[in-house]
């Protein structure tokens, strides 16, 4: 074996072996050296150069906090209606995050990506399930598919066989061309038949709710994106003959003419075209993939061969155009930009293909928490769910159960017949509005629907990362209120010990070089600029100008050591001067100062000048007592042992 091979068996068989022991004990309690070993990772930057001094000193910290933490949920901090107010609302906020698998969100995501890359012309043959007379028959329709993949294997010609027997009826005019698709086009059944088939070929059979659908992959390019253009269309109007079409056919070259003249595209778009939405914006159409317009339109659009162009009048079924390109933003290729995979996962979720998401959701509760069926009769539980929900007579059968009886559990959970009731009566009618579901299928669908609120209910059982995050904000939160009670509010409030305080450390709170000054916080530069000219006119109107603009200026009217006032840098400040805008590179807000009076020499503070440091001081002592209490409530014995791997 290499040396360098052991070298790293040796030290990940150290990180797991530290990672699966205690770390220190803390009274009654432990910590565990993997869980210590995520906040450092998580707080301390992976370049400190002495690692076992950067772990010492955080170790330090990390003992404190938990001792706090113990210290509020042992006096029953995690009870407090704030505490659990805050924690339930964040559940509520991320809990519809973890109920996706990610393993799932990221094969769909990277299998859309992988198909923006690629645009693919698809021709389409469609047989219906219903006859001529409007009957469904589907027999008929499988005879017809049949004998049409017959007349396609024996070489006949695609577009032919569309014209003649496609029952979709634009085919007898484009042959069932559809003209060129891209990821998310068409619905996910129809997109994976046509991104699996070469170029060429001819897909599988795709069955719908409707019919039968052969297509052709016609040919592949590269994805050209989206277009942003203007239309100016002069539309057919209904039973329109030859003579009309012309005739808007001369007014079309009219416009051309114009348009080549220099006349404003927008101007005679608002004045001429019947896209009535787009008129009223100059004829700007929002911007679009391909497979979004018929295939004739997107022919021409897509020719458009730069920005500003402008086509000549062509026609469609809908009547004569005139584009103008105005932009074209590139298909994205780099597998590694986030906004693209964010907007492609968005539309996922978005889209039928995520139907299945939920099904992960289902196997690990069946495996985890286990879904028990009770013996009952289907007959009687059909009979009384008609009888409770539509009204009918009770039949015999359905006698034998009541709405107390269980249908199936899940861990702990019942669900009985009440609940069925509940459920059913809000979700058993079909959302095309044609009418009830099969009991059985809304039985199915209520079994998955009492599987997800369980799973999401007990998510922290089922998803390690949430329930970290859930406890993390809990211990902050938790953490936060013993320190307001312990220390924060204590320090306010305690006015004596504040004076004290002072008066004992009185020589530490010295004002150095200072100034009373007035600075004014800006929203962004461009208001700085205007508040710091009126004020160089007239620094007195300081006060007229931030209220004139109060809605971007924040004035503090104080007084500031010299190394505090923005703007100042090294410059030695004078009464009356008002210092240069600067821009805060965070959040692009800019301060300036006006100074009023200036101190060169260093003088004592007085109480209420020292009070914000006295605070502070007084912080100090109250966490240091309270941190030698808690060491004597919860004693901390470290494993020196595990703390020297987990160094090394």
Not at 250 to 261: I, R, V
Not at 363 to 389: E, R, T
Request: one cysteine or more.
């Amino acid at each position: 074996m290499k040396k360098r091979s052991f070298a790293v068996i040796i030290t990940c068989l150290l990180m797991f072996s530290a990672s699966s022991q205690t770390l220190f004990t803390y009274g009654k309690y432990k910590a565990d050296a993997n869980d210590f070993l995520k906040a450092y990772n998580k707080n301390n930057s992976s370049t400190v150069t002495n690692k076992a001094k950067a772990i010492s000193d955080y170790l330090d910290l990390y003992i404190k906090s938990k001792l706090k933490i113990r210290d509020a949920y042992d006096r029953r901090f995690d009870t407090l209606p704030q505490i659990i107010s805050e924690v339930t609302n964040l559940r509520t906020q991320i809990s519809e995050n973890y109920m996706s698998d990610p393993a799932l969100v990221k094969k769909m995501t990277d299998e859309a990506f992988n198909r923006s890359l690629k645009d693919i012309k698809v021709a389409h043959i469609f047989i219906s399930f219903k006859n001529a007379a409007g009957a469904t028959d589907t027999i008929e329709a499988n005879k017809k598919k049949e004998d049409i993949l017959k007349r396609l294997q024996k070489g006949e010609d695609f577009l032919a066989v569309a014209q003649q027997f496609s029952d979709d009826a634009n085919a007898k005019s484009n042959k069932g061309e559809i003209g060129y698709i891209t990821v998310f086009t068409l619905p996910y059944e129809f997109e994976n038949a046509i991104y699996s088939t070469a170029p060429g070929k001819i897909s599988s059979v795709v069955t719908s709710k409707v019919g039968y659908h052969i297509f052709k992959n016609l040919g592949e390019r590269k994805a050209v994106g989206k277009i942003k253009a203007q239309q100016i269309l002069l539309a057919f109007p209904p039973d329109t003959d030859e003579t009309g079409k012309k005739q808007l056919g001369k007014l079309a070259d009219s416009l051309y003419k114009l348009l080549q003249a220099g006349e404003n595209f927008n101007k005679l778009a608002a004045s001429f075209s019947n896209d009535y939405v787009t008129a009223a914006n100059g004829g700007s159409m929002q911007e679009a993939g391909v497979g979004q317009y018929e295939p004739a339109f997107e022919k021409v659009l897509w020719s458009i061969p730069k920005d500003g162009d402008i086509t000549k009048p062509f026609t469609t079924a809908y009547g004569w155009h005139i584009l103008k390109r105005l932009s074209v933003t590139p298909v994205v290729t780099d597998p590694k930009d986030k906004a693209n995979l964010y907007e492609l996962e968005q539309k996922i979720k978005t889209d039928a293909r995520w139907k299945t998401s939920k099904d992960f959701i289902y196997n690990q509760v069946i495996a985890k928490a286990g879904l028990k069926k009770y013996n009952y009769d289907d007959a009687a539980l059909w009979a009384l769910s008609d009888s409770l929900m539509d009204r009918k007579p009770l039949l015999p059968v359905g006698k034998k159960l009541t709405t107390t009886n269980p249908l199936f559990a899940i861990g702990d959970s019942i669900y009985t017949i009440n609940h069925w009731v509940n459920y059913a009566n809000a979700y058993r009618f079909k959302t095309d509005g044609t009418g009830p579901k099969p009991w059985p299928l809304v039985r199915d669908e209520f079994e998955k629907f009492a599987m997800l609120n369980y799973y999401r209910d007990h998510l922290e059982e089922f998803n390690e990362e949430f329930k970290n995050q859930m406890e993390e904000f809990k211990d902050g939160n938790i953490f936060f209120e013993i320190m307001q009670q312990e220390v924060w509010n204590k320090a306010q409030l305690d006015s004596s010990a504040l004076l004290s305080l002072y008066e004992k450390n009185k020589d530490k709170y010295q004002w150095k070089q200072s100034a009373d000054v007035v600075i004014l916080f800006c929203s962004d530069q461009t208001i700085a600029n205007t508040a710091y000219d009126q004020l160089k006119k007239n620094p007195l109107v300081w006060r007229n100008t931030a209220e004139q603009y109060s809605d971007k200026i924040v004035a503090d009217s104080s007084r500031y050591e010299w190394d505090q006032i923005p703007g100042l840098n090294k410059a030695i400040p004078k009464n009356g001067m008002i210092t240069s805008p600067i821009i805060n590179t965070n959040d692009n807000t800019a301060s300036f100062a006006y100074i009023i009076k200036v101190y060169d020499t260093p003088m004592q503070r007085n109480f209420n000048d020292a009070k914000g440091l006295v605070i502070n001081d007084y912080q100090v002592v109250l966490e240091k007592e309270w941190n030698e209490s808690l060491q004597k409530k919860y004693p901390v014995v470290i494993d020196k042992k595990v703390l020297n791997n987990i160094s090394k």
